[in-house]
């Protein structure tokens, strides 16, 4: 599993050895020189407010790279109108061939998630996004060999959690602003990786 991160490399000394990809957003970007020979991802910051025109020069910057997903706009802990941006934007996405993330969001099942999509973001808010539905989400994304994601995760408890139940990647917030912690993080996240069993 591994922790994606909208910071440069450089923050975190390269530490190559560490389980960390980049994760991509429409107000922090890097130069596509800067996230070679790592995974990256693309977020929308809709948590802090989507902006159409940052959104699509982002998928313009990084149309040389190959993303996991790139999360589709969203409206946080609501899954009806998410669903509404998803079949708005799609296609436009998809034509530029990036791999379509559906971000699930308060109310969805696991037969909401779109034939279309190759990963899903487990959004949402906290409460929803450790309990059952969203686990099933989960349950039913790994059966389609889709990769798995989950946003907010900034404790070793919640990196467990996101352990526990299979996800691929993760990010947080806070690991953008603290780039000790994030490496302290980090490195419990790789012995974790490493380990064969763990406890929550």
């Known amino acids: 599993m591994l922790m994606l991160i ?54 313009k910057v990084y149309k040389d790279t190959d993303p996991k997903f790139v999360a589709l706009p969203d409206v946080v802990s609501n899954h009806k109108e998410t669903l509404k941006l998803w079949d708005k934007w799609k296609d436009e996405v998809l034509d530029q061939n990036y791999p379509l993330g559906f971000v ?38 790994r059966q389609r060999d889709l990769w798995i994601h989950i946003g907010r995760v900034n404790s070793i408890k919640r990196i467990q959690f996101c352990l526990s139940v299979g996800a691929d990647s993760f990010d947080g917030s806070g690991y953008a602003r603290f780039p000790k912690v994030a490496v302290q993080h980090l490195e419990v996240l790789k012995e974790l990786n490493n380990a064969t069993t763990f406890l929550l």
């Open 104 to 141: 699930c969001q308060n109310g969805m099942k696991p037969r909401d998630i779109p034939e279309e999509a190759s990963a899903i973001f487990i959004g949402g808010d906290t409460e929803w996004k450790l309990g059952s539905e969203a686990i099933d989400i989960i349950d039913e994304a």
């Open 6 to 59: 909208s910071l440069h490399p450089k923050y975190l000394n390269y530490r190559k050895d560490l389980p960390v990809g980049m994760l991509c957003t429409p107000t922090i970007r890097f130069h596509s020189s800067d996230v070679e020979n790592y995974v990256t991802a693309m977020d929308n910051e809709a948590f802090i407010g989507f902006d159409e025109n940052r959104f699509r020069n982002m998928l």
